[in-house]
């Protein structure tokens, strides 16, 4: 009768999990406390059905609470990851203006000067700290982990967004980095060392539109010195990017990396915004 017990216990744990519980050990060895003494002597067994029932339903019972307990237990251990904090993302999605100093040079300007808290290749040092103004009404806006280069400091092979800024009424702002060793082989390479303006853009030019990249659309460049790097800027109509049909762009090298700094605007933002796009696109140095 014992025997016939434990395998409906373990029928019952199975629906529970797949390890089905083991209960208690009395009622796998134990006889039913219905059973006299008499049971074990020559006499005849005498055993009621109720009594069956009562015992059988007794340990299938303790199978279930053992099941039970284990579940509960194992979700008390799940939860301090359940319950965890999410991690606090540095991108404050409100209006700049409100934590960031006015510029000295401009002030209906404000500055963002990225630092270490600011992004994984900054923390790495893979990156030259970099600065430029913008209005005041902009807001930061998160960037995707996939696309930080989060995964892959410091030996990233691909380009990365470092930060990201937009206004809905005049555009957006993004700073992409590039590892050198994607545009050459030399290592702390100038600008001029990878090539021209326009040897540059082709390389990055899809970084700028979010897309694809047509030399057709590259309207204007020019070269600018400031201190000991040269920049190259860049000016495109793209009507079929992703970032904007109005791309303004700003590129310079040093350490290991490229920087590359993009303003856009749709056709709707660009007529009233340009000038302030292309104030914003001036101040950008690393």
């Known amino acids: 009768m014992a025997i016939a017990s434990a395998s409906s216990v373990s029928s019952l744990s199975s629906t529970y ?20 003494l008499r049971a074990y002597s020559e006499e005849p067994l005498q055993r009621s059905d109720s009594s069956n029932q009562e015992d059988r339903s007794r340990c299938l019972l303790a199978g279930a609470q053992v099941t039970r307990r284990s579940y509960l237990l194992a979700g008390a251990a ?26 000295p040079s401009n002030p209906s300007f404000v500055v963002f000067k ?37 995964y892959c ?49 082709a390389s990055l030019g899809a970084f700028v539109t979010g897309n694809t990249f047509d030399s057709d659309e590259l309207l204007e460049t020019s070269i600018e010195k400031r201190g000991d790097l040269t920049y190259y800027t860049y000016a495109l109509e793209t009507p079929y990017a992703l970032t904007g049909t109005h791309n303004l762009a700003k590129a310079t090298a040093k350490g290991n990396t490229l920087v590359l700094f993009v303003v856009s605007a749709s056709d709707k933002q660009w007529p009233s915004s340009q000038s302030t796009l292309r104030t914003i696109l001036d101040s950008f140095q690393l």
């Open 17 to 36: 999990s797949h390890r089905p519980a083991i209960p208690s050990k009395s009622c796998l060895t134990s006889p039913p406390r219905s059973l006299s």
């Open 114 to 150: 990225a630092t270490s808290k600011d992004t994984p290749a900054l923390r790495a040092g893979n990156v030259e700290p970099y600065e430029f103004m913008l209005p005041p009404s902009w807001k930061q806006t998160r960037v995707a982990n996939i696309l930080s280069g989060n």
């Open 153 to 201: 400091q410091p030996k990233c092979a691909e380009p990365w967004v470092e930060v990201k800024f937009e206004d809905e009424k005049q555009g957006k702002i993004q700073v992409v980095a590039s590892p050198l060793v994607r545009l050459t082989n030399k290592p702390n390479a100038t600008i001029e060392d990878i090539g021209s303006p326009e040897k540059v853009i």
């Open 78 to 103: 799940l939860m301090p990851f359940v319950f965890t904090k999410p991690p606090r993302l540095d991108a404050r999605e409100v209006e700049v203006g409100s934590f960031l100093p006015p510029s």
